[in-house]
Every structure is written in C-alpha cells, then in structure tokens.
T-cell receptor, first 115, second 114 residues
C-alpha cells in the first residue's frame, strides 16, 4: 500500500526565514511520481511540482526548492526567505503506475509566515 | 489552455435536502475526473473518480453519488444530506494519456449543512 507522511502539522516562521517541509513516502512500486500542492486560505489546490522516481536531481524554482532522496524515501520542500504570501497548507502526494492513477495525499503541513 | 469550473462556491443546505454540485473542464478531452472532500482542518479524501462518460468508481461508501453525463462534466449528488456531509468539496481533472499526471483542482465548494 502507498502512504505519505507529513509529520509536521503546523510550522510558524517569521518573514525571511527559511523553512523546510518534510514528506516521507512508502510504496512498493519501482516507478512512481511525487507531487507538492499548495492550498492558500482561499481553498483551491495549486500544483507546484512533479517528480518521477528515476529523477533524483534537486529542483529549484525561485525561492522554492525540492530535495528528493530515494534512500530515505523523502521528498522535502524548502522555501527560502519566506514571505507572508507563502502562508498556506502544503500537501505532498504520491501516485504509482499500477491500477488507476490515484493520488495518495499526506495530511498536509500548515505554514504560517508572520511579518 | 485547460480550465476547470466548479460551482457553487458556497452552499448552505438543511439536513435532508438534495444536493447537486457541478464541475466542468474546458480545453481538454477525455480527462480523468475526481471529487474530493476536505473536512475542516483535515486532509483530502477521494470520493469518486471517473475515466470516461458513465464510468464512476466510488472510494468510500457514503450518502453521495456521482455522475458523468458528458466527457467534461462531473456531478456530485445526494438525495438527502446529512450533517456529516458538511465540508469543502473539490473537483479535479488530469490527463488520461500517461501515468504520473498531476491533478488540477477547481476552486471548491464550501458546503454547510444546518
């Protein structure tokens, strides 16, 4: 069975601090995909990034960076120089390639960035 | 480009009343479609998914049903709402042609049952 664990329920930081959101996954598939989504207070889920299991290169997009490590089954998300607009709930998700392409979501991490 | 529309944005309904939430996708064909529910402060629960017209799979037995009358239309319904049906409902779509496609979500419907 597939599982995604986001152990951090809520993180509070002050603007300009760096923050890392942890994501640990479990799967028996050798090919799988990992995702991060952002849910701002308005409620919609915004797709941030997708990673496949064969690509362990870290990715950077502006202030966002992702660290994928198969050895520890982790796909962590770092926000550098956080801003108030980064306040949201962040979800990590996993999908395999067998059966229907369902996304297995973690329970989310609420990030509060104060000025 | 593809867009997803979901309505209404908010809904207040009495217990025992019917429900119909609608979701449409534009700019793509034969998408996979999904309905999720998110209870307050909780994670996402997949309710239904569909790989084609008239093809509905239910993830959790409950008071709700879903239908896909057209390729890009997905409807969530109930004949009689329960208090436990309150929550935030999200519709999503993904491309069906390859594995590992991200799901793209609508703005959601906040449903309150009185």
């Amino acid at each position: 069975a597939q599982k995604v664990t986001q152990a951090q329920t809520e993180i509070s930081v002050v603007e300009k601090e760096d923050v890392t959101l942890d994501c640990v996954y479990e799967t028996r598939d050798t090919t799988y995909y990992l995702f991060w989504y952002k849910q701002p207070p308005s409620g919609e889920l915004v797709f941030l990034i997708r990673r496949n299991s064969f690509d362990e290169q870290n990715e950077i997009s502006g202030r966002y960076s992702w660290n994928f490590q198969k050895s520890t089954s982790s796909f962590n998300f770092t926000i550098t120089a956080s801003q108030v607009v980064d306040s949201a709930v962040y979800f990590c998700a996993l999908s395999g390639i067998t059966g229907f392409q369902k996304l297995v979501f973690g329970t989310g991490t609420r990030l509060l960035v104060s000025p | 480009s593809q867009t997803i529309h979901q309505w209404p944005a908010t809904l207040v309904q009495p217990v025992g009343s019917p429900l119909s939430l609608e979701c449409t996708v534009e700019g793509t064909s034969n998408p996979n479609l999904y309905w999720y529910r998110q209870a307050a402060g909780r994670g996402l629960q997949l309710l239904f998914y569909s790989v084609g017209i008239g093809q509905i799979s239910s993830e959790v037995p409950q008071n709700l049903s879903a239908s896909r009358p057209q390729d890009r239309q997905f409807i969530l319904s109930s004949k009689k709402l329960l208090l436990s049906d309150s929550g935030f409902y999200l519709c999503a779509w993904s491309n069906s042609d390859r594995f590992g496609q991200p799901q793209h979500f609508g703005d959601g419907t906040r449903l309150s049952i009185l």
